[in-house]
């Protein structure tokens, strides 16, 4: 019961902003609930606090008892959502591929099936001594990916 209505309240928050999107919403035993939010433009403390706002008060303390945590995904958390990847266009992600290793370079394209990634390559000249840099990419399914992050990268 507990859990329906703050599905509910959730649903609702989330409508009032619809840049928030859900990636994650657990309930133990005890009643704790953790919300792991994500949004298109990211997410700030002030729209934690609102969707904690928004079921926290239109829930009966004295009929329910319950801890409630709304946080944002972290900077280093995985990408779960197809949505996640399209804010992250153009930023460097390591992908761990279900089969074929893991490759990391620049998020170029998404589809609703597929990523793209870029990145520079040395490989042997065709011909003659040396190395010549060379632009790869790589289409990879979402059913192929077991682990996305973007690469937190300090210059």
Known sequence: ??????????????????????????????????????????????????????????????EYDFALEVASAGATSPLILPRQYLKNIGRTLEVKQKEGGTLEGILSEVTEEEIKITW???????????KITVQRNAVIPFSNIKQSKVKIIFN
Do not use: W, Y
């Open 1 to 62: 019961m507990l859990k329906e209505k703050i599905t509910d309240l959730l649903e609702e928050a989330l409508s009032k902003n619809q840049s928030l999107f859900l990636i994650n919403f657990d309930m133990d035993e005890n009643n704790n609930v953790k919300i792991i939010l994500d949004g298109d433009t990211g997410v700030t403390l002030h729209d934690c606090i609102a969707v904690s706002r928004a079921i926290e008060h239109n829930i009966d303390r004295d």
């Open 120 to 130: 520079e390559a040395r490989e042997p000249k065709p011909v003659g001594k040396g």
